[in-house]
């Protein structure tokens, strides 16, 4: 008689130089309370430290230079922690062979050290390692692409697809469009119409996606009636020629801000074709004229890491309606700050 075969647990992966192991269950999981690029990013890290012991009550330890970036102080830190703490999460899960809904907290109790040379002590909640211990599906991260996307709607959908893309017998998937919504982890309240969840945070995610990762992307609607209800999100693994455009977008496209993310001194570019900022989308030419280029490259130096295009197009909202500014550009460099503050990256 054969013997059964054993599953493959995700606690079983092992991370490596290059990469991190992310559960499955904690890919597709639903925000009750949103968390920031920042957050997630930090909270992939907290994972990866804890990983040789993720299943076991122990409290974990890194260090906060690691998780600070080009930050010089721990204030970020201590908020993303925060988020973390409070931030409830929908996690579906299989126990006894049926599929279950379970609502856990992200982070454990932790203690951070006074010194910003200090330490982090934190733990992972009980219920969240019974989830991680029988977890058999995982998604494998490549740190370089995980600090180099610029959006949280991009660093989620990459983290869908790398949890998917070495399925042999699936190249595509559906979801509701409330389901991929709570998946991105977007805010209740915004982008509630297709056209704007597909032109803020759909169509920047894949094309980031399809050109730092190593599959192409696509997520097409699928309407019932008048209205897209479902999407279908597909994926494919490049070819040899195209991965190495992906090596050379990641070494080229934007060191400086891969370097600080993770907390490096900026190293020097090797000489390269100068890549120049993106250019307005037509979406926007055709919503608006352009401000002075002045103010674009301003912003760009204030706020780096924010999508220009996609707060120029929440400030021409929020202005619809109200008394035309004497100066736009300055009026929309204030309200830049504004957002930039209420919406941490």
Known sequence: MAKPTTQYRTVDARPSRESLVKPGELVDLIEVTPLTLTDRRIYNQLLEKAWEAIDKPVVHVI?????????????????SIERLMSAIVKVEAVWDGKPAVERVQLLGGNMEMARTDGLLEYEIPPRLRKIISN???????????????SSKYALTLYEMVQK?????????EKFSLDALRGVLGVPKGKLTSWSN???????PAVAEVSALSDYM????????GRSVTHVELRWWRKDGEARGKVERALQFASPGRRAKAEGRAEEPVPDAP????????AWLDRQSDALKTETYETARLR???????????????????????????RAFLAFFRTYAEANPI
């Open 274 to 281: 100068a890549v120049g900022p993106r250019p307005r989308p």
């Open 303 to 329: 706020y780096p890491g924010y999508d220009i295009y996609f707060v120029e197009s929440e400030w021409r909202n929020w202005m619809q309606g109200k008394e035309p500014v004497r100066d736009p550009d």
């Open 164 to 172: 998917r893309g070495n399925l042999r017998w699936r190249s595509s």
């Open 135 to 149: 977890s058999t599906v995982f998604a494998r991260l490549q740190r370089e692409i995980m600090f180099a996307l």
């Open 63 to 79: 260090a906060k230079s690691e998780l600070r970036g080009s930050h010089n102080s721990n204030d970020r830190i201590g908020e």
């Open 217 to 224: 992307v696509e997520i097409q609607p699928i309407k019932t």
């Open 197 to 203: 969840l597909r032109l803020r945070a759909i169509d």
